[in-house]
Structures are given as C-alpha cells and as structure tokens.
C-alpha cells in the first residue's frame, strides 16, 4: 500500500486501468440506447400499420397493354417464327399538379409516440394522347381497349372510403390494386377508353389519405407541381430535391416544388418496365418527414460517446487535487466517483423518455454533481474543495450539453474545450516534483 502511495507512475497505470474498464459499462449503456430506441421504433411502427405508414404517391400512369413480335429461329426446318409477347407501356402526364393538405396528431403506445395524419389529396393534369410511334416498331398489336389508369400508393390501408376521378370531363370509378401490370402493385386503377376526337385528356383525382411519419410524392409529369401544407412546425424536408418556396412558422408550413422532366432519370414514354426504372421513378420522389422536436435517444446516445472524455477529466481533476492537496485517495474512491458519472447516462436515458432530454439532463446533471460534491467534500477532508468540485461538474456537464446541442460546432467546441484544458493542467503542474509525489504532508489532515 505503501509504493502505491508513493509511486506516481503506479498510480497512474492504476488510474489508466479503471478508465479502460469503464469502457464496459459504456458500452453496456449504448446497447441498451439502441434497444430503447427500437422498442420505441416498433412501437411507432405498430401504431402506424393500423392507421398507414409513410405514404408515396406516384403517377397517374396510363398503362396500355400491347403485343411484341420476337423472332424465333427453329434449327431442325432452319426457318424463322415469330412468337408474340405481351408487354404494357406506361404513358406519363403532360402535366400533373397535386396539392395536399396533412392534419397531425400524436398517437401513444405507453410511453412511445408516433405522428400521424390526415390528408386532403388533389391531383389535376393532362395525358397527350398515345400514338402507335410511341410504341416499339415490332409491336404486332396494340390493345387500346384494355387500357388503364393507375395511381400507385405505397399503403393503401390509409386511402379513405370515397376516391373521386374525373377522367375527359365524365366520373369514373376507381378499383383497388395496379391492375395487372407486375409493377405499382398497391394503388388504385381503372379502365379507360380514348376517342379520336380527344387530343388531350385532362384528369382530376380527389381522395383523403392518411398516413404515418413522411409524405413523398413523384414528380411524374413532364411538368409537375406540388404544393404541401401542414400544421406540423418541425418538417424535415428531402427526396430528390428542395422546395422552391417554403414557409415554416410555430402553426405549421408551406411548400411547393417545381420540376420538369429533365431532371429525372426516365423518359415519358416507358415501353419496357424494369426494377431499375422503377428504383429511378422511386428515387424521384419529393416530400417531407414529419420529425420530432427532439430526439433524446439520438442525443443520449451522442453524450455518451464523451464518457471517456469526461471520465479522463474528472481522474485527472481528483489527481490535482492529490498533488496539491496532500490527500491520497484509494482506487475504490475513484472506482465510485467513475460509476456516479456512469449512472448519469442511465438516469439520462430513463428520464428522457418521460420529461424530454432538456429536462432530463438537467435532473441528471444536478444530481450527479450534487452526490460527488457531497463525496469528495468526505474524502478530501475539505467542504470547500467539495463545493467547488460539485461546480466543477455542473460546469463540465453544462459545457457538455452545449456540445449536445451545436451539432455542426461540435468537433470545434471539443476540441479547443480538450486544447485549454490540457493547458491549465500543464500550467499548475509545471513546477511538480513528481519523484517527490507520495511523502507525508503535515498538513494533509488539516480541514
């Protein structure tokens, strides 16, 4: 006991250890983050299968059925056949402009939450009528009679009961499914019909649509326009590009995009469908997530990272203090001072779910810093060193969270916080004599 008591090196190798050994138990912690944060991902999940989960509408298509000739060579008669296979071309719209309107609310499962909505749906615009150039020049047989209109919606469990189309100035009726198309399965279609009279049919499509999370909508039209409200006050906006416009304000936003086909990867007229040009139709899609205003296990698990960080500081304080205290403390005083910080995770964790992460990492904070205050004014026989270490660490805790929060400044703030440090610690140690760190102090046990 003796040579750990004098030896400085010793001490530090003890000390090096137990920081190393900590690495478990914050590893431990952000497993059980993950796990937290997928029992609440299942539990959003859930909810949203009985409502409708994140809603993509692509199209309208207008899909036609039509046979291609194929030569087949038979080499016992050394004579060419032909067979016949059908294949459906999918004619984009001229035009296409869809507004939607969505009305959130928080739905709970215990203690998880997940945002739904309802929407108002309206989508207009115009097909140029198809040509028999339009499709491949071995095509045999075009089957205008079967053609159809089909609007693909990625869950249609949320499609409300009534779907209006107006389709050439007359009411349609839509039918659930894509047809029979092999792709844009989950939707809505219906038979159509073209008169030669007709140069151009113009569509109007209304239905409500409820949903979960994110709204996303394919820009399908040679032209198209979407303009997307909502009384959500915190909107993620992605996909294939930015809005135009946007306006967003404590009641909720305004968005509107504008795109034309060039900025897509498919053209207007698709005579063969395959995955890949419909991962490219996908792709396009525009639209927004419907984000929480904080995401405390996302936060919780970014604090923990700095575990390590946090521990190195607070050893290399209670060290100081040693050295310049005349007080030597036993590992076990280290080893409890570290597992008071660890536990500030659990209570982090825990609490967040409950009160958010600001008020949880208050209260966690405070009470970590209060119990090591109370345990180092004990063990270093000193109220004082006690109070000024409790501040010490609602600082470093405070410091941390502005850390927490300034995710772009993140690395700067850490990395000059680690530069002072480090230099006021090299500055009052400067004049050590370590190889005298260990002999007895007459005033150690002085208060």
């Known amino acids: 006991m003796t040579k750990i008591q004098s030896s400085v090196n010793l001490r530090l190798v003890i000390l090096g250890v137990m920081i190393l050994c900590f690495l478990i138990p914050l590893s431990m912690i952000q497993n059980l983050i993950y796990d937290r944060k997928l029992t609440a991902e299942n539990a959003a999940l859930e909810i ?3 409502w409708g989960g994140n809603q993509v509408v692509a199209g309208p298509f207008l899909v036609i059925p039509y046979n291609l000739k194929i030569p087949v060579s038979d080499q016992s008669s050394k004579k060419q056949s032909w067979d ?3 294949h459906y071309a999918y004619f984009l719209p001229e ?3 869809m507004k939607a309107d969505l009305q959130t609310e928080l739905r709970k499962r215990g203690i998880y939450e997940a945002v739904l909505y309802k929407s108002d749906l309206n989508l207009e615009g115009k097909f140029k009528t198809p040509a028999l150039s339009d499709f491949p020049k071995d095509t045999s047989y075009v089957y205008w009679d079967d053609a159809a209109l089909v609007l693909s919606v990625s869950d249609v469990k949320g499609i409300g009961s009534e779907v209006k189309l107006n389709w050439g100035g007359k009411e349609k009726i839509f039918l659930p499914g894509g047809a029979s198309t092999g792709y844009f399965g989950t939707g809505l279609h219906t038979p159509v019909s073209w008169e030669d009279s007709e ?3 113009k569509f109007q499509i209304r239905f409500d649509l409820k949903g979960s999370q994110s709204f ?3 820009p399908t039209g040679k032209n ?6 909502a009384d959500w006050k915190d909107p993620s906006f992605d996909g294939n590009s930015l809005p135009r416009d946007r306006n967003i304000t404590e009641q909720g936003f305004d968005s509107t995009w504008d795109s034309s086909y060039f ?6 007229v698709i005579t063969y469908m395959d995955g890949s040009i419909s991962e490219s139709i996908d792709s396009s899609k525009n639209g927004v997530k419907l984000i929480t205003p904080t995401d405390h296990y996302l936060k919780t698990e970014r604090s923990v990272k700095y575990g390590i960080l946090i521990l190195i500081t607070s050893f290399t304080l209670f060290f100081l203090m040693e050295v310049f205290g005349g007080v030597i403390l036993h590992p076990i005083q280290y080893l409890l001072i570290g597992s008071a910080m660890v536990v500030f995770y659990i209570l982090n964790l825990s609490f967040s779910e409950h009160i958010g992460f600001t008020g949880a990492y208050t209260a966690a904070s405070i009470a970590v810093s209060l119990l090591i205050g109370y345990y180092s004014a004990s063990v270093l026989k000193n109220s004082k060193k006690g109070i000024l270490t409790g501040i010490y660490y609602s600082g470093l805790y405070g410091f941390l969270y502005v850390i927490l929060s300034s995710e772009d400044q993140a690395l700067l703030l850490g990395s000059v916080a680690l530069f002072v440090v480090l230099g006021i610690v090299m500055h009052f140690t400067r004049k050590v004599d370590w190889y005298a760190f260990g002999k007895p102090n007459e005033n150690s046990t002085k208060n």
């Open 48 to 50: 949203s299968s009985k």
């Open 84 to 86: 016949y296979v059908t």
């Open 95 to 97: 035009d296409v402009r």
């Open 199 to 201: 140069v151009n049919k």
């Open 216 to 218: 996303h909508f394919v």
């Open 224 to 229: 198209s326009s979407f303009q997307l409200s």
């Open 263 to 268: 900025g897509r990867n498919y053209p207007q």
